[in-house]
């Protein structure tokens, strides 16, 4: 409805009106005068009937000043338009506003500083952005500076570290400063603005940015605002540009536009853009026997952090294979002559590949089986061309088979001004393609991934060699220094030094009240099986199914779980044994079927081979149809007599947890405290519905878990199912401890870093709702943890006694300063061991909290969880919840494709 906006029908918008004058009004402030527009003339002021009350908020709110008296010409604000209930929710900030700022809204001090224990709420982050938005979307100033969120800890032993950032360091009285730019008369063309705007360069600085109608200037020109006269380069008539200064940008804002520059960099580095990485083409590192090579690489991204503008920058590695397309064609072609179509079609679809002549990457979407490199085209200029002459017109490249398939890629552009995006059709050559990656058989080929490993699989020194490489790559480069300098930014000669914390390791709780000293290394595996279980199950009731051939692997097997039961401290009875004819899997569900019944505690499967449609058919049957707890095993795991013991002895383990039992536990000291974990498991094509995986624990020692899952369609929001588990989970936590959890802490697995305003303002109310409908008066505090896996941040420290070498930090390394995000409370731990390579540490980002737990409390506890994972006897990367969220989601997407029973809803069915 149009006419509910305007000012003199009574509309919402004539309500906002009144408020922000009676907001000019107040007492104190002076009276502001009528903007002058460029032409100087005075714009009317708005009277209280006078049009719609969204234009006359636009003249109200640019008659309100925000830039110095100085300023010659104001600029004419950009208001968003205030629509549906924002505008009632606007009207009563904008009424609050002159009255004193409410305590939620205040800074607090002691979180500024790194002594500080008590952290800052996320509530008051997120009131006071949800405010300060609104506001400063109607204000003319530029950004503030804010101070940067500081949440430091002070648990654990100090050791000297470093990063792989390195500083950006903006040289005095430079930055990035904004003009638009006008023409008169004005020219639609892009292309012909940009050539008046460059005769002009040489008075502009020489170096810009510019959109069309913004530019980006390093310097500050003397007016503020220049007009140039130029002729129009078509028709020669007079145009007049005028470059207008709007602000300084703050450094925060010049992100992206720095982003670009190190693009430009790298390409001065004659480094190949594939993807979002650079790749050194000419370092290439060759493995002949297997038809591969490696390129050496970057991956960088600026960014803003808490110690300033940082570049973060890691190495990275490229497996290409020698192997062209059509080679691979005709060997599956000589393999299999008959099908070799429907072959090819498997392995191409859906695939990368390479093309060496412009280093660009393609996903192949279809082969043309009736189009060959001899059938001509269409070029741009109206020609008609043959594939063979546009390869060898373009690249000088002669093409050996002309009766060849054309490969099929759908590139989607996006169109100019905003448009949507357009797909186009790209034929490819396979004589010019490379298969990039690594097939399904390499990767379970341990000789390939060792060769591989040699290369990729890098050291600390290695890393920090190559990223102190690409710093004196740059310093030696007088193009790339130029660029830098054009920008007034200079590289700093090393990368950041830091200071980490060492958490002290947590001791093990096992059976029979037994307290084993935590270890360094983080790794309690002889432990766990030299102890008694914290929780023992004894195995009464069980069977194991097996084909003939298998039939002295299943009594070895049997006759070890026996073995090994006292040790465990759990009683285990001899099986029933179950022999089939064949290993079909129609056999194997049969059978099943046949000797599930109520009693029966857990199903062994012993499978001649490993197939995955066998696997997700036993574990469909086991987990939905009949539910029981079931134990998939590979034969050939059990035909070692040396190592028969160490696998047995995990599998007990296992099958332990499966049927409800605790193997060890950590000292919490939190009670009445429920910490849950989510994790999505999307399919490979990104088609079908995603599952999302929630896991909540159910006692004080977070050794008992409660699981469910939920399904969501491509265009679908997963919190309206994670709502419902959540709900359901809080009753479950009742029914086993007879009370509601006072706080609880949520590991949020999955999210980027585009996704977590986003996770903030819809998220959170999500969960916070349900405990409204749990009791009226349920208010327990909740806290959210985003983890974040996938990062390019590296953390080294130095190991004094071997010559300052860097070295992997060990398990409970914390990181929560300079490197941290400006805006957010978060820190990085290195929670896990790693014998090879370079550990990756995990990025915890807590988006929201009202438990008012103190920063080491937050990380102390993050720690904890690490270590309750039963599939692994030590540490893992991330919260024992996020791990079994991650878990079940796999589980359930890749095989068994339907809810789970509610009858395994309170065991960990899924490890």
């Known amino acids: 409805m149009s006419g509910s906006g305007g000012a003199g029908r009574g509309g919402r918008g004539a309500a906002l009106l009144e408020a922000l004058r009676a907001q000019g009004s107040r007492p104190g402030s002076k009276p502001e005068e009528p903007p002058t527009s460029a032409a100087g003339s005075a714009a009317p002021s708005p009277g209280p009937s006078g049009g719609r009350g969204r234009a006359s908020l636009v003249a109200l709110l640019a008659s309100q000043k925000t830039e110095t008296p100085q300023s010659p010409v104001k600029e004419e604000p950009s208001v968003p338009r205030p629509t549906g209930r924002g505008r009632a929710s606007l009207l009563a900030s904008l009424a609050k506003a002159p009255q004193p700022e409410p305590e939620l809204f205040k800074k607090d001090a002691r979180a500024e500083t790194p002594e500080a224990g008590t952290s800052r709420t996320s509530e008051s982050w997120s009131s006071r952005t949800s405010v300060t938005s609104v506001t400063r979307s109607f204000s003319q100033a530029s950004l503030e500076e804010r101070p940067p969120i500081k949440m430091h800890g002070s648990d654990g032993k100090q050791i000297d570290a470093t990063a792989n950032y390195i500083p950006l360091i903006v040289e005095p009285g430079k930055g990035v400063f904004e003009y638009e730019v006008r023409f008169n008369p004005d020219l639609d063309a892009k292309k012909l603005r940009f050539q008046l705007l460059n005769r002009h360069m040489d008075d502009l600085g020489g170096c810009k940015t510019f959109d069309g109608v913004t530019l980006y200037l390093p310097i500050k020109l003397q007016q503020q605002t220049t007009v140039f006269e130029c002729e129009h380069p078509v028709d020669k008539t007079n145009v007049t540009m005028t470059i207008q200064f709007r602000r300084q940008k703050r450094l925060g804002e010049c992100i992206h536009l720095y982003n670009v520059l190190f693009r430009r960099i790298?390409?001065?580095?004659e480094l190949a853009h594939i993807g979002r990485q650079h790749f050194n083409p000419h370092a290439a590192h060759k493995i002949p026997q297997h038809k591969l090579e490696i390129w050496p690489g970057y991956v960088t991204a600026v960014d803003e952090y808490e110690g300033g503008i940082q570049l973060c920058c890691d190495s990275s590695h490229r497996v290409l294979r020698q192997q062209t397309v059509l080679q691979c064609i005709e060997d599956i072609s000589t393999r299999q002559p008959q099908a070799y179509k429907e072959e090819v079609q498997k392995l191409l679809i859906g695939a990368s590949v390479l093309t060496r002549y412009n280093n660009k990457t393609?996903?192949?979407?279809?082969?043309?089986?009736?189009?060959?490199?001899?059938?001509?085209?269409?070029?741009?200029?109206?020609?008609?061309l043959s594939f063979m002459d546009y390869y060898k017109k373009q690249y000088d490249l002669r093409i050996t088979d002309p009766g060849q398939p054309l490969l099929l890629s759908r590139v989607k552009t996006k169109m100019p001004r905003g448009k949507s995006t357009e797909e186009r059709m790209i034929c490819l050559v396979p004589e010019l393609c490379y298969m990039t990656g690594l097939t399904d058989a390499m990767r379970s080929d341990f000789r390939v991934m060792k060769d591989i490993a040699v290369y990729t699989r890098i050291t600390p020194n290695q890393r920090m060699g190559a990223l102190k490489k690409f710093i004196a790559n740059i310093h030696n480069s007088p193009k790339a220094m130029q660029l830098l300098a054009d920008w007034g930014l200079k590289l700093a000669p090393s990368p950041t030094q830091i200071k980490a914390r060492q958490l002290m390791p947590e001791d093990i709780m096992f059976g029979n009240n037994v307290q084993c000293k935590g270890s360094p290394q983080a790794d309690w595996g002889g432990m766990a099986t030299r102890n008694y279980v914290l929780t023992g199950v004894d195995l009464i009731n069980w069977i194991v199914v097996h084909v003939q051939k298998d039939t002295r692997y299943a009594s070895d097997f049997a006759m070890m779980m026996k073995k090994i039961s006292s040790q465990m401290g759990i009683q285990i009875a001899e099986p029933k044994m179950r022999i089939l004819r064949d290993d079909r899997t129609e056999s194997y569900l049969r059978c099943l079927r046949e000797n599930i019944n109520p009693q029966l505690q857990v199903a062994v499967i012993i499978c001649p081979t490993a197939r995955d449609d066998r696997y997700s058919a036993v574990k469909k049957l086991c987990c939905t149809e009949s539910p029981v707890a079931s134990q998939v095993i590979n034969s050939r795991t059990l035909s070692k007599p040396d190592k028969l013991r160490s696998v047995v002895q995990k599998i007990a383990l296992q099958i332990n947890c499966k049927l409800?039992?605790?193997?060890?536990?950590?000292?919490?000291?939190?009670?009445?405290?429920?910490?849950?974990?989510?994790?999505t498991y999307h399919t490979a094509t990104g088609r079908g519905k995603s599952v999302g995986a929630f896991v909540a624990s159910m006692n004080k020692l977070f050794t008992r878990w409660y699981s469910q899952v939920c399904f969501q369609g491509p265009q679908e929001e997963l919190i309206s199912g994670m709502k419902s588990c959540f709900t359901t989970a809080l009753r479950q936590y009742y029914e086993v401890n007879h009370r509601f959890p006072e706080r609880i802490v949520i590991y949020r697995d999955g999210v980027g870093d585009g996704q977590l305003m986003t996770a903030l303002k819809h998220e959170v109310p999500q969960f916070e709702s349900v405990f409204h409908l749990i009791k009226p008066d349920y208010k327990p505090s909740l806290t959210i943890v985003i983890c974040q896996k996938r990062i390019n941040t590296r953390i080294f420290t130095y190991a004094h006694e071997q010559g300052d070498e860097l070295v992997n930090p060990g398990p409970g390394t914390v990181v929560d300063h300079s490197v941290t995000r400006r805006d957010w409370y978060d820190f990085f731990l290195v929670s896990q061991h790693v014998r090879q390579g370079t550990v990756s540490p995990t990025h915890y980002i807590v988006i929201y909290d009202t438990s008012k737990m103190k920063t080491d409390h937050v990380q102390r506890l993050t720690y904890k969880l690490c270590h309750l994972y039963y599939n692994w006897p030590g540490t893992v990367r991330v919260p024992a919840p996020c791990q079994y969220a991650h878990k079940l989601a796999y589980l359930v997407g890749q095989n068994i494709g339907r809810d789970p029973s509610v009858h395994l809803r309170d065991r960990l069915f899924f490890l």
């Open 660 to 679: 409800g039992g605790t193997l060890w536990a950590v000292k919490i000291p939190l009670d009445n405290c429920m910490v849950c974990g989510i994790d």
């Open 362 to 384: 393609y996903r192949v979407d279809d082969i043309m089986w009736d189009q060959n490199p001899s059938h001509t085209f269409t070029s741009s200029s109206g020609e008609q």
């Open 266 to 269: 790298m390409n001065v580095l």
